[in-house]
Nanobody, 124 residues
Framework: QVMVTDSGGGLVQPGGSLRLACAAS????????IVWFRQAPGKEREGVAC????????LYEESGKGRFTLSRDNAKNTLYLQMNSLKPEDTGVYYC?????????????????WGRGTQVIVSS
């Protein structure tokens, strides 16, 4: 069964770090791109970062550059979003998603496979 499962959220103080995980099953990460989305309270879901099937990384937010990075553990078939120097505006529910394409897109309407979401709260 094809699915993605996200985890790793929590409550963290500004300036702290979190590592989110997206575990894939039913396919391997070198087959399809995986995108991380964030949905902040009262806002639409927006793309944060993506890794292509060829391990190329795309960061969609200017504010994430220099703070967020992606890595992949092929043995665990898991993609990680490392978030450092977190800010209150990073707060939201983070979802990983896949839509059976090798390249990145940040249009949430095209995605079929979604994790259940993991809550990130950045607050003092």
């Amino acid at each position: 069964q094809v699915m993605v499962t996200d985890s790793g959220g929590g409550l963290v103080q500004p300036g702290g770090s979190l590592r989110l995980a997206c575990a894939a099953s039913g396919f391997t990460l070198d087959t399809y791109a995986i995108v991380w989305f964030r949905q902040a309270p009262g806002k639409e879901r927006e793309g944060v970062a993506c890794m292509t099937a060829n391990s190329e990384i795309v960061l969609y937010e200017e504010s994430g550059k220099g703070r967020f990075t992606l890595s992949r553990d092929n043995a665990k078939n898991t993609l990680y979003l490392q978030m450092n120097s977190l800010k209150p505006e990073d707060t939201g529910v983070y979802y990983c998603a896949m839509d059976r394409r090798r390249w990145c897109t940040n249009d949430p309407s095209v995605f079929v496979y979604w994790g259940r979401g993991t809550q990130v709260i950045v607050s003092s």
